[in-house]
T-cell receptor, first 112, second 115 residues
Framework: DSGVTQTPKHLITATGQRVTLRCSPR?????VYWYQQSLDQGLQFLIQ???????AKGNILERFSAQQFPDLHSELNLSSLELGDSALYFC???????????FGQGTRLTVV | AQSVTQLDSQVPVFEEAPVELRCNYS??????LFWYVQYPNQGLQLLLK??????LVESINGFEAEFNKSQTSFHLRKPSVHISDTAEYFC?????????????FGKGTKLSVIP
């Protein structure tokens, strides 16, 4: 158990809809990262938040947004969903002197 | 910009045989290096990391990796594999000098251990 919790584990939704994925980082970790894993693109970094502020941005679509709340949990919002957004979405956290990231179990999103 | 190349997408190997999973990276700055393992239908687990110091790093379950700066490689090895090592292995790098430790991943290598 990495200590990073993601909900829900599975999500099935229709094209055009909006969903929210939730992540609770390890206790004390200030950084939260979001990654997308798909068969064609592999694992790609989307966005990072550090203590409530956006720290870095990767290949995140404009239809996607994220935020980190005062209790440090984070949410990834995906809107106007397309079939191609079907993927596994991972959250990871890191903190302190450690440079490694610890990953949650992921949310598998299926857009139909 | 950084990139990671995992030269083999699939590696079949017999149980108790040695294995090497290859990883090369490209970066204009100093990096941290990682190997993650993903078992079927599970998340990514950190296997081992190189941050600084000794270029040979080991995991608790018998894997080791060696950082070779001149060859920009971080190959993963195990002298004798077990059935339970069947999984997908990802090599990753992050920029050591930045405030963000976002990871750039390779495409992954699927290790299949044959009984």
């Amino acid at each position: 158990d990495s200590g990073v919790t993601q909900t829900p584990k599975h999500l099935i939704t229709a094209t055009g809809q909006r969903v929210t994925l939730r992540c609770s980082p390890r206790s004390g970790d200030l950084s939260v990262y979001w990654y997308q894993q798909s068969l064609d693109q592999g694992l790609q970094f989307l966005i990072q938040y550090y203590n409530g502020e956006e720290r870095a941005k990767g290949n995140i679509l404009e239809r996607f947004s994220a935020q980190q709340f005062p209790d440090l949990h984070s949410e990834l919002n995906l809107s106007s969903l397309e079939l191609g957004d079907s993927a596994l979405y991972f959250c990871a956290s890191s903190g302190g002197k450690g440079r490694e990231a610890f990953f949650g179990q992921g949310t598998r999103l299926t857009v139909v | 910009a950084q990139s990671v190349t995992q030269l083999d997408s699939q590696v079949p190997v017999f149980e108790e045989a040695p294995v090497e999973l290859r990883c090369n990276y490209s970066s204009s700055v100093s990096v941290y290096l990682f190997w993650y393992v993903q078992y079927p239908n599970q998340g990514l687990q950190l296997l081992l990391k190189y941050l600084s110091g000794s270029t040979l790093v080991e995991s608790i379950n018998g894997f080791e990796a060696e950082f070779n700066k001149s060859q920009t490689s971080f190959h993963l090895r195990k002298p004798s594999v077990h059935i339970s090592d069947t999984a997908e292995y990802f090599c990753a790098v992050s920029h050591s000098g930045a405030g963000s430790y976002q990871l750039t991943f390779g495409k992954g290598t699927k290790l299949s251990v044959i009984p």
